[in-house]
């Protein structure tokens, strides 16, 4: 990623990691309600009616810890961004929704909702749509070729 990617990707980072629970909530509930076959994977809350989840502790945990995640992330940006610790921090995220049968598909649906999220939350231009899109996609390839690592028995 260049300068002027970081620099977008940092500066629009503040709205979203200002209110990190009721950020990490929107993005859940907008996966829920237009991908509801993924709830069922959540066995912590998948029982509860969609109009309760955020009021739910364990609901808004996994949403603070999906914002926690990508803070660490951004906050690594034109530092030790393509180093170890990055691949480590989402090749582990790979690892535990892999032992919980979470399909790429899945991941796939999250990244449409996250972006959509982040685009109406930051009123993103295309420039900044761009940034967040690149990485997403660096993101979601250390994600992915850990699954793949993962299925082929190699990790």
Known sequence: MNTDEVL???RTWDIPSATPTESGTAI?????KRYPSNLEKFSAFKDLPLEELSTNARFKAHANRIMKVFDESIQMLGHDWAGPKLEETWSKIATSHFNRQIEKQSFNELKEVILEVLTAACNLNEKQIQAWTKLMDIVYGIIFNSLDKLEN???
């Open 28 to 32: 859940l509930m907008l996966f829920f």
């Open 153 to 155: 028995g190699e990790q």
């Open 8 to 10: 977008e990707i940092k």
